[in-house]
């Protein structure tokens, strides 16, 4: 099939390479011109697994890039709309860049075409997308509007997209959804598994997806109420976290008790600073605010924002206490992405802890194997930056670990406490066992667990006997 994919962000970029993988002929757009330079220079912009293969496989042959929307949309049958919708200040989705695209792909409808909203959207998106295009013009007998929401994580976002746990399409009419029907043929025939060169299958990937046929705005909602209920399962296990602190029970040993229940399951209980990155945060404000301008008050979203923010607090705290004052010390940090796998630092809660330290007059070293550059742009040299975990640790009074890279679990601890000034670890992400680390000589906090200490030796005694 020839398909338009307009906008080539995370979404967009993933979607088209991955469609081009599946066999389709795309056209990836967009109106940032020093960007499809870049693709077409055979640079890869972000951080995700597979996907420079896929783009070095299908650039040039089935994937080409282009700034002409119009023409795209005249060579395509299916358009997915992937451009952002960053929140406005009250929260709610900003779809100017959604109607400018729809506006324009209007004047290009010469033979039936269907588009489809990939981006996260607001319900009643399509409904307004479809009304725009007709004031511009185009017959309505030629175009459908449906929606398609895209489920990837960054950093497996290749693999969520070609071995996905469900396909959702929402469709209004019968033409449109045999349309998205035929471009996942490849996943739920399960011929793109059988090909030599697919991307390899990853563990517990249901083979074929299943594929979910429902409404236009039932599909915009599937996607808006699966971001919020994961980000309510993440700020549920903080609180509980936080519970477990207060009473001196061990978090892992209650999410191990309540994730075997098989109508909660162990997904997405891991507590930690909080979550990040550019979907949940957004998401669950979009979410809380098309339902307040439905006439629905959802304020369980507005507690599911609350415990994210403290979990930072938190944190921010046992450094406090695990420290006494912050001012001049020096910190290590460990992950600056706003999760592991990724070089992403939108709204990274490790970021933002890491400004409120330098705000209190902090020293920082940091370290993370992919969003250092990133990083940099925002905060330049405020930071120091280390080339590995033990660099960072040279001579810090403590070691923060604040993203889950999984390097970060496997840390030679006999070196760890070597580099450090004094052995002393916070940890917002829950890596390490706390009776190891203690046998291993370090006081350690972390989330929702008791503090340890080296024998039992209180950290303060600790460390004023390194002092002295
Ligand atoms: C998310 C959704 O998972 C995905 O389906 C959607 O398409 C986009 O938003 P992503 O933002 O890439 O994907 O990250 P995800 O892996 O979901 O993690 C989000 C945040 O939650 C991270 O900051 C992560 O550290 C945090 N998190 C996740 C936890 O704190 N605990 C967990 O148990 C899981």
Redesign the pocket.
């Given at each position: 099939m020839q398909i338009a994919v307009v906008g080539s962000g995370y979404v967009g970029l993933v979607a088209g390479a991955c469609f081009a993988d599946l066999g389709h002929e795309v056209i990836l757009v967009d109106n940032d011109q020093k960007k499809l330079d870049l693709l077409q220079r055979g640079e890869v912009p972000i951080h995700e697994k597979f996907l420079p293969e896929l783009l070095g496989r299908h650039r040039g042959g089935r994937l080409r890039f282009s700034d002409d929307l119009k023409d795209a949309t005249r060579r395509s049958s299916v358009i997915f709309v992937a451009v952002g919708t960053p929140p406005t200040e009250s929260g709610e989705a900003d779809l100017s860049f959604v109607e400018s695209v729809a506006r324009e792909i209007s004047g290009a409808i010469d033979d039936y075409k269907v588009l489809v909203e990939k981006s996260t959207v607001p319900v009643y998106t399509s409904d307004w997308i479809r009304k725009i295009i007709l004031r511009n013009g185009a017959n309505p007998a030629l175009f459908d509007v449906a929606s398609n929401p895209?489920?990837?994580?960054?950093?497996t976002a290749v693999c969520?997209f070609l071995f996905p746990d469900r396909i959702v399409i929402g469709c209004d009419t019968q033409r449109s959804a045999d349309v998205l029907r035929q471009v996942y043929a490849p996943l739920t025939s399960a011929s793109y598994y059988a090909r030599t060169e697919a991307i390899p299958q990853p563990d517990g990937a249901v083979i074929p997806p299943p594929l979910i046929a429902t409404s236009t705005k039932s599909a915009e909602l599937i996607k808006h109420a699966?971001?919020a209920f994961?980000a309510m399962?993440?700020s549920f296990?903080n609180a509980v976290a936080s519970v477990c602190e207060s009473v001196g029970a061990d978090v892992n040993q209650v999410v191990h008790g309540i994730g075997t229940d098989s109508r909660i399951g162990p997904?997405?209980?891991?507590?930690?600073?909080?979550?990040?990155?550019?979907?949940?945060p957004k998401?669950v404000m979009a979410f809380r605010a098309v339902a307040r301008e439905h006439g629905y008050d959802f304020s369980l979203l507005d507690a599911v924002v609350h415990i994210n923010e403290e979990q930072r607090h938190r944190f921010l705290r046992k450094v406090r206490s695990a420290l006494w004052t912050v001012r001049g010390k020096r910190l290590a940090v460990l992950g600056l992405a706003?999760?592991g796998g990724?070089d992403d630092i939108r709204e990274?809660?490790a970021l933002s802890i890491v400004q409120s330290l330098l705000q209190e007059g902090s020293c920082i070293t940091a370290y993370d194997p992919a969003a250092m550059g990133r990083t940099r742009e925002v905060l330049c040299e405020t930071v120091n930056y280390a080339s590995s975990p033990y660099e960072a640790c040279h001579n810090a009074d403590a070691l923060l670990i604040l993203?889950?890279w999984e390097e970060f679990a496997n840390l030679d601890l006999t070196r760890l406490r070597e580099e450090l000034r004094y052995p002393i670890v916070i940890d917002g992400r829950n890596l390490y066992d706390p009776e190891i680390m203690a046998a291993q000589g370090f006081t350690y906090f972390s989330v929702g667990r008791s503090a340890s200490h080296p024998d039992g030796v209180p950290a303060a005694v600790l460390r004023n006997d390194k002092k002295a």
């Open positions: 895209e489920f990837l994580r960054e950093g969520d699966s971001n994961l399962k993440i296990i997904r997405f209980l891991n507590p930690g600073i909080g979550y990040g990155g550019s979907c949940f998401d706003f999760k990724t990274s809660p993203t889950e």
